[in-house]
């Protein structure tokens, strides 16, 4: 049974850093897309960064050069690391698998594509 469990939000100052973690069970984080996403109260779920089965990664351009993801075969977790944070990143932050073991190409950043997900993790910036 596939299960995804982020923590790591909290309420951090703009320009604050954030490291938020995905635990996985039920499947090995390297086998397939992975990806992070939010959603912020009014608005729709957004894609942030996804990461394919061999390790190349998309990023949305508001959060480029800024948010990192990686994964950790030993430890099976997915992270995504938040530097030079704004306030516009405030938000509810979810990781996300597909179905199967393969890799998205150009719909790594859709959420209809994903089909497990986890509970989200809040991220509040401040000015």
């Known amino acids: 049974q596939v299960q995804l469990v982020e923590s790591g939000g909290g309420s951090v100052q703009s320009g604050g850093s954030l490291r938020l973690s995905c635990a996985a069970s039920?499947?090995?984080?390297?086998?397939?897309?992975m990806g992070w996403f939010r959603q912020a109260p009014g608005k729709e779920r957004e894609g942030v960064a996804h990461i394919r089965a061999d390790g190349a990664t998309t990023y949305a351009d508001p959060v480029k050069g800024r948010f990192t993801i990686s994964q950790d075969n030993a430890k099976n977790t997915l992270y995504l690391q938040l530097t030079s944070l704004k306030p516009e990143d405030t938000a509810m932050y979810y990781c996300?698998?597909?179905?199967?073991?393969?890799?998205?190409?150009?719909?790594?950043?859709?959420?209809?594509?994903?089909?497990?997900w986890g509970q989200g993790t809040q991220v509040t910036v401040s000015s």
């Open positions: 039920g499947f090995t984080v390297t086998s397939r897309s």
């Open positions: 996300a698998t597909i179905g199967f073991p393969v890799s998205l190409s150009s719909a790594g950043l859709l959420a209809r594509a994903y089909t497990y």
